[in-house]
Each structure stands twice: as structure tokens, then as C-alpha cells.
RNA sequence: GCGCGGAUGGCGGAAUCGGUAGACGCGCGGGACUUAGGAUCCCGUGGGGCGACCCGUCCGAGUUCGAGUCUCGGUCCGCGCACCA
């Protein structure tokens, strides 16, 4: 399961979900005689607990190792498999020294550079956020509004792995939701690279991106993003006063775009196939980070372009046939129209013909774009691990020694974050200032540290060889436990963590340092927990505390209760009032199992219900579908205790709801183990019951009949008896015959062991 | 706006392939045991009708002998991405 983040709050009960899910499987698994291995660890450095430190005057420090050993508590009593032997905590010096030297691989093989940037700021939290810790414009943790500024910062070239990263999405047994957030994030778009000759500014040409080359004709001006960093190339030198004055007075982006704002440049690009001239102009509403920061406007077919011509008066010309395109924009596909020799050629195929045209006249060709973005991992904060590098003014960025590793956090008392964009760490002379390992000369350390989601990047890769401390994973271990079996964990790491894993090990793999290219070959999402249809929040206040219904009902009952809400990958509504339920099934199954006494095998009845049971429990584990398994369980209770009470419930039935509930109830199931006289363990590997699957199917069903799809007599019978018997015996039936009324049906559909209608 | 889910009794949810809708649990009603019961156990429980029966899976069409399930159109809710050209 992906390892929790373990705030002084203690266990969330989303943790406990994820956790107690991933746990009945294990344990099942177990039984079925696999050898499983199930770690923990804690992914215990980041700015959430930062943040909570600032706040109470703590070190995040000395707070960590508590919450660390609250939560590894907590989790005991839930009744884990975990193999506390392999505990991994990301703020140990003995797994972040290797944090550091995997940081130093990518440096290695190009895939880390630093370079400058537009950044999110956070003036409250003082630090760069990634793109994704922005919702809205806000900071995804204290919701101030987020600034723009220019940093210096790390990247990883996670864009370089765009297309394997999609590509291998199909091999993948990944939840079919999980899948497609990362296709949509990865965001590939195919189009065409089209360049326009500039007139009067300090370019030549500009190349624009477009997935819509067929509406090329349509095209009345350029737009240049005005974030673009090169904006100035674009502007007449009589005019970049202005321009520079406009885009200073910018408003940060707000939540609904503004298509008014916008300026002319002043200068022309030439349309490379009818060489009009068509003005240039600078937006917020262009992106200048995205394919090549600028696009040519075809206001009669793009929502936004159209709002913008409007907005300033620009000419909006159709050249695709099926909208009023003065009325509304018309993006849909249609026939090519004012385009000279394209005309009437349908969308898709005028887009080949055009980018042929533009090949030809080397101006253009077809492209392919991603949304996907290099990984941002600077962050100008204290709590994590530094970025082992020196920068020598001589030599450079150089990377920090391996043998020199770690790159030890210092204990500064005061970590609070600067707020000018440099780390807290800057403030440590004594650290800061070092020889260069080049050169010998003076020299300066890197003072960011990185980003959490590179600790939670490759810790499955650390837990089988947590007992090394010269190598940060073994080849053989390695090959033994990796790629990861199953993976369980929330939606809401979707795309950050599971792409940055799969970036990471995909990344290790192309240097032959690991097995395989894909971290986890099965992924299954859980579903959310809400309260009364809302979701869990501090301020909705409510937010449930696991503890007190451990403490109040044990845990078994928790695990049960939790289980049974829903369907384990849809979640479910906690609504604690049926928490009371368990402990009367748990009652039955205590008072039955220890008073089955009858030692027959042979009854054949319930021989096959033993045998159906079983099948239906084992199914529904292994497909996680706990809450029907659950359901099964009752049932089967249910009925060995009526036997119990009447004085011949069998030991032999009893035995199977012991190990068929045991991943569920690991604690009740042991100790009732004892009591019915068994010397070894419930949970023993390879104890899970085997099931016959003849016998695990009804000898006798139920007909149900119907007189024109409308239910009116039922009848039992042989499984597996033929159609036509079954017609016979429901054209006896004195009930269907007084329906009938003597007339003849005209049609009778019957089929085995389901159904007989007769229509008339 | 785009993408992905979902909508079934008073409530959470079952129904694997198009074949008896409502498994299991909560709640509720009745009963047993009991000095007592807010403990425990048993029985009942979609709505309507005295009844044979009728009506029922968000709404509207359709396919089919038969639709909760498939197709088309719509409403509402949740989640994710959101100016990605």
C-alpha cells in the first residue's frame, strides 16, 4: 500500500481504509500459501508537517519521530501483517543519503538541470509550489493567492519519458480511472508546427502549434503568450516601452479567463501559404510555456480566439463549413471552405493536406505536443532532504561526492523559511561554504532541498533492502520482490506520485539499475470515504478519529464495520450507526463456532453450501470486493448457528468461517482457532480452504416463469435440465394453464436454470 | 467547459453473461426470554389493493420473448483536469 504522511493529527481514517483493505488481502494471500511481503514506512518530510512546526514552536525534527511513533502504534492495533523489520522513514539520513544519490543518477544522465523560470510563490508558506499544489491560483495548502515569480530551480526532464510513459499505460493492470488521469495529465495532442515570417521586430519567424492545420486560412492574427520568456524578440524596438509597461501592470491570472486583455504588438507575421500580413498581438490567455508559447488565431473556430477577436474588433473568417461562426465559434469538424485549392476537402483530411502543402514549402510539419510538464523538485524550505550539489564559480554546478553522501540536514534551530526564495539553510555558514570537489576552491552548496514526491519516488525499491547500507537496494532482493504485485492507494495521488514513481524507475531501469521499467504492475484505487454524502473535512468537523472506535469496538469490528460500507475501489458513506451490526455477527460466530461439535463431513447439503461459500468468499477477496464477502460470511454464520442452537452445526463448517473471516477478524478468528482445539495458527500459510467446483455449484434451482415477461409461477427442478423439459413441465403447471386459457402461446422461451417465459 | 464515475426501499448497499429486483446490514414493526431491557434471540418489512392482481431500479424514447443491466436523448450528483490552441 502507498505508505502514509504522518502528521501529529495521527491516523486518518482514509489511512485506516487504505490500510485495512490492503491488509485482508495480504492476508489472504498468505493463506493461500504466498509468500507475501508487506512493509510500512513513513513518508515523514514535507512542508505539511513544516507548517504544523511553524505553527507550535516545534522542530520538525524532534515532532517527526513522535508522529512517526504514534502512527507505527496506531497501526499495530489495527491488527497488520506489516514486516516492521523493513520500516522505512524518509527523514532517516540512511534512506535520504539514497534520495540524494539517486538525485545524482539523474544528474548524471542529463535528466536534472537547473535553470530559470517562472515559479508559483506561496507568500504565505514563502516557497515555490509545483503546478499541481495550485488549485485555482491558490496554494492547494493555506489557499493564499498565488504569485508568479523567477527563480532558479531544479528540474527533472520527466517530459523527456512523455511518450513511453503513456505508451506503457497499456500494459498495465492499473485501476481504468488511475489510467486515465494519467493520460489526460500526460496530455498528448497531435497537430502541426507551422512558421509565420515576422516583419519589424527582432525575429525572424515564429513557429506556432495547432491541432487544427485544416483551419490554417482562417487564420487572421498570432497570439504570443505573455508570460513567453523571449516576448521581447516579438516587439518593434519603438514600442517595447510599452509593451514592457503593459505587461508589468498584469493582473495574476484569475479563475475565469479574461479574453479583453490583450495588446497589439505592433508587428506582422506573413501566412506561409496566402503571404497576407496579419498583426501580432501579446495575451494572458496564451500560454507561453506550452508547445511554443505562441498560436495563430482562427476566431471562427476556437472558443477562445473568438472571444478575443471579438473582444477587439479582429476579423473573424469561416473556412470550415457547419456553424454561423459571427453568431458563435464553430469547433466542430466540417468542409474546408475559402482555403484556394482546399476547398471542400472534408477536416481530416484537409489537415494532411495542408501540413503536405507546408512541408513543401518548408514551413511547417506535423508535431506532436504534451501537457506534461518538467518536474519541478526545488523547494526553498528546511524540512527535507538537500540537493546534494556544490556550486563552484569555477566548475559549475558539480555534484556532491558519493562517498560524501549523505548531505546531512543541519540542526538549525531557527528552519522558518526566508521569504526572499532562498532556503533557510542559506542562513548556515558553516554548511553553505565548502571546497569544491573539482577544483579545490571556495565554493557554495546547493541550499534547496527536494521535493517529497522524489522520497515517495522509489521507497518500494528500498523496503527489501533495508538491511543494506552500501548499496540503496540489492540486485537480488530486487529481482525477488520488484515490480510491486499489488499496489493499493488513493485516487488522489493519480498522477503525482504514480507518474513521478514511474518516471523515476523507468529512468533507473534505462541505466540498467533496476529489473524492470514499471514500478507497480498492478494498481487498484480505492474509493473515497464521506460522511452522510460529504466529504471528510476539518472544517465540515467531520473528520473521525479511528482511535475511538477501536478503543470502543475493538479492532476487528473497525476493520469489519469499514469493510462493509461499500465496495472497497468505490468507497463508501461512514455512517457509524451500523457500526452495531458487526458485533452481533461477531457474537454468532463466537457462541456457533465453539458449539459446532458434529464431526460429519459427508452431509452432502451442506457440504455443497460449505464448498459455495467458500468459492464466493475467496472470489470476492480477490477482487476486492469485501463488502459482498462480508455479506457471505453473515450468511453463512447466520445458518451454523441456527444448527449450533438445534445442537448439529458441524466442526468441519465451523472451521471453514474461522479461515474464511480470519483475514477480515484476525484477532477473534485466532483466539476462537484455540478454543475449537486447533494447535497451530488461523492465519498459517496455505490454510485457505479449497473448494470443489462441482460441488460448489446448486444441484436444484428455481424456475421462475413468466406470461409475457411477468412473473407467475416458479418451479424447482434439476440443475442443468433441458429446455424443452423445462417447457413441458411449465406448459403442466395448472396455474399457467388457467392463464392460458386454453389458447396456444405463440412463442416459449426457456432457458436452463433461469427462466421459462411463455408469451401469448 | 472537457474527461471519468454514479443515481436501486426510510438508510448503506446486492443483483458476475440481458433472465425471480431489493442479497447482507442498519432502521422500523411484532414476538420470545426477563423484575426490567436501551442486552440477546426469533419472525416480518419496496409501495398500493380485502383480493385475483397492479405499480415499482433518476426522466423520456428505442432494441428484445424479456432491460436496473444494452442503444439514443435529457436531468441531477460526485471526482479529476481546467485558458494546453
Redesign the pocket.
Known amino acids: 500500500m502507498m505508505f502514509p504522511y504522518p502528521t501529529a493529527e495521527g491516523l486518518h481514517v482514509v489511512n485506516v481504509y487504505a490500510f485495512t483493505g490492503t491488509d485482508i488481502h495480504v492476508r489472504y494471500r498468505r493463506l493461500l500459501g504466498d509468500t507475501v511481503f508487506e512493509p510500512m514506512g513513513f513518508d515523514a518530510f514535507g512542508i505539511h508537517t513544516e507548517n504544523f512546526a511553524l505553527k507550535n514552536g516545534e522542530h520538525p525534527a524532534r515532532m517527526t519521530p513522535r508522529n512517526v511513533a504514534h502512527f507505527r502504534e496506531q497501526l499495530r492495533r489495527l491488527g497488520g501483517l506489516f514486516d516492521w523489520d523493513h520500516e522505512v522513514d524518509t527523514t532517516d539520513p540512511a534512506y535520504y543519503r539514497w534520495t540524494q544519490w539517486i538525485f545524482l543518477r539523474l544528474f548524471d544522465a542529463g535528466l536534472a538541470e537547473q535553470r530559470e523560470g517562472p515559479v508559483n510563490w506561496c507568500p504565505s508558506c514563502l516557497t515555490v509550489l509545483a503546478?499541481?499544489q495550485v488549485?485555482?491560483g491558490r496554494c492547494e495548502r493555506c489557499d493564499s493567492v498565488v504569485e508568479q515569480r523567477v527563480l532558479k530551480q531544479w528540474f527533472l526532464r520527466i517530459t523527456r519519458y512523455a511518450q513511453e510513459l503513456l505508451d506503457a499505460l497499456d500494459h498495465l493492470d492499473w485501476s481504468?480511472?488511475t489510467v486515465?488521469?494519467q493520460r489526460?495529465?500526460i496530455?498528448r495532442?497531435e497537430?502541426a508546427n507551422i512558421r509565420f515570417d515576422l516583419e519589424r521586430c527582432a525575429r525572424r519567424e515564429v513557429t506556432v502549434?495547432?491541432?487544427?492545420p485544416d483551419t490554417l486560412y482562417g487564420a487572421t492574427f498570432l497570439v504570443i503568450?505573455a508570460d513567453h520568456p523571449q516576448l521581447e524578440d516579438f516587439v518593434p524596438r519603438d514600442r517595447l516601452g510599452e509593451v514592457n509597461a503593459w505587461r508589468n501592470r498584469l493582473q495574476p491570472?484569475?479563475?475565469e479567463?479574461?479574453?479583453s486583455v490583450g495588446m497589439d504588438l505592433g508587428s506582422h507575421a506573413v501566412h506561409p501559404l496566402t503571404g497576407e500580413r496579419i498583426p501580432v498581438w501579446v495575451a494572458?490567455?496564451?500560454?507561453?510555456g506550452?508547445?511554443t508559447?505562441a498560436?495563430m488565431a482562427?476566431p471562427a473556430h476556437?472558443e477562445?480566439?473568438w472571444h478575443f477577436a471579438r473582444a477587439h474588433g479582429l476579423p473573424i473568417v469561416e473556412v470550415i463549413s457547419g456553424g454561423d461562426v459571427m453568431e458563435s465559434p464553430y469547433t466542430g469538424a466540417g468542409e474546408m471552405l475559402n482555403s484556394q485549392g482546399f476547398d471542400g476537402l472534408a477536416s481530416a483530411e484537409g489537415k494532411l493536406r495542408v501540413v503536405a502543402a507546408l512541408e513543401e514549402k518548408r514551413r511547417g510539419e506535423a508535431s506532436v505536443?504534451y501537457?506534461l510538464r518538467d518536474w519541478l523538485i526545488s523547494r526553498q524550505r528546511y524540512w527535507g532532504p538537500p540537493i546534494p550539489i556544490i556550486h563552484c564559480p569555477n566548475d559549475g554546478p558539480v555534484p556532491v561526492p558519493e562517498e560524501d553522501l549523505p548531505v546531512l540536514l543541519p540542526e538549525v534551530e531557527d528552519f522558518r523559511p526566508t521569504g526572499t526564495g532562498v532556503s533557510p539553510l542559506a542562513t548556515v555558514e558553516e554548511w553553505v561554504n565548502v571546497t569544491c570537489p573539482v577544483c579545490g576552491g571556495p565554493a557554495r552548496r546547493e541550499t534547496d532541498v527536494s521535493d517529497t514526491f522524489l522520497d515517495s519516488g522509489w521507497y518500494f525499491l528500498r523496503y527489501p533492502s533495508t538491511d543494506f547500507d552500501d548499496v540503496a537496494w540489492d540486485a537480488e532482493r530486487t529481482e525477488t520482490w520488484l515490480p510491486v504485485d499489488m499496489y493499493i492507494g488513493g485516487?488522489?495521488h493519480?498522477?503525482r506520485h504514480l507518474l513521478y514513481a514511474r518516471f523515476v524507475m523507468r529512468a533507473l531501469h534505462d541505466m540498467g539499475l533496476v529489473p524492470a521499467p514499471e514500478p507497480f504492475t498492478r494498481f487498484r484505487a480505492h474509493g473515497?470515504i464521506v460522511m452522510s454524502?460529504a466529504?471528510m473535512s476539518k472544517s465540515r468537523g467531520n473528520v473521525i478519529n479511528p482511535d475511538e472506535y477501536i478503543e470502543g469496538y475493538g479492532a476487528d469490528t473497525f476493520r469489519i464495520f469499514m469493510m462493509?460500507?461499500?465496495?472497497y475501489t468505490?468507497g463508501?458513506?461512514f455512517?457509524d450507526?451500523?457500526i452495531?451490526?458487526?458485533?452481533?455477527?461477531l457474537?454468532?460466530v463466537w457462541r456457533a463456532t465453539q458449539l459446532a461439535t458434529s464431526d460429519d463431513v459427508a452431509d452432502e447439503a451442506r457440504e455443497r453450501r460449505r464448498h459455495r461459500f467458500i468459492k464466493?468468499v475467496d472470489?470476492d477477496i480477490a477482487e476486492l470486493?469485501y463488502?459482498?464477502a462480508?455479506?457471505s460470511l453473515?450468511?453463512f454464520a447466520?445458518d451454523l448457528?441456527?444448527e449450533a442452537?438445534a445442537g448439529d452445526a458441524r466442526r468441519i463448517d465451523a472451521d471453514t468461517l474461522l479461515r474464511c473471516l480470519a483475514p477480515f477478524a484476525p484477532h477473534i478468528t485466532e483466539e476462537l482457532w484455540e478454543r475449537t482445539g486447533h494447535e497451530d495458527s488461523v492465519h498459517a500459510r496455505g490454510g485457505w480452504p479449497q473448494y470443489d467446483a462441482d460441488l460448489a455449484r446448486p444441484q436444484r434451482?428455481?424456475i421462475?416463469v413468466?406470461v409475457?415477461?411477468?412473473?407467475?409461477a416458479?418451479f424447482e427442478t434439476d440443475a442443468g435440465t433441458p429446455a424443452a423439459e423445462l417447457e413441458r413441465v411449465t406448459l403442466e403447471l395448472p396455474?399457467i394453464a388457467e392463464l392460458l386459457g386454453g389458447r396456444v402461446p405463440l412463442?416459449v422461451?426457456s432457458?436452463v436454470d433461469?427462466?421459462v417465459?411463455v408469451?401469448v
Open positions: 503546478d499541481e488549485i485555482d481504468e480511472r486515465t488521469a489526460n495529465w496530455g495532442s497537430g502549434f495547432t491541432t487544427r503568450g491570472p484569475g479563475e479567463p479574461d479574453f494572458p490567455y496564451v500560454l507561453g506550452y508547445g508559447g498560436i482562427v476556437d477562445r480566439d505536443q501537457k485516487n488522489e493519480a498522477v473515497m454524502g466529504k462493509s460500507l461499500g465496495p468505490e463508501g458513506d455512517r450507526e451500523a452495531v451490526g458487526v458485533p452481533r455477527f457474537n454468532r464466493r472470489e470486493r463488502n459482498t462480508i455479506s453473515m450468511e447466520r448457528d441456527h442452537s434451482v428455481t421462475a413468466t409475457n415477461g411477468k412473473r407467475r416458479e396455474r412463442n422461451v432457458v433461469r427462466i417465459n408469451v
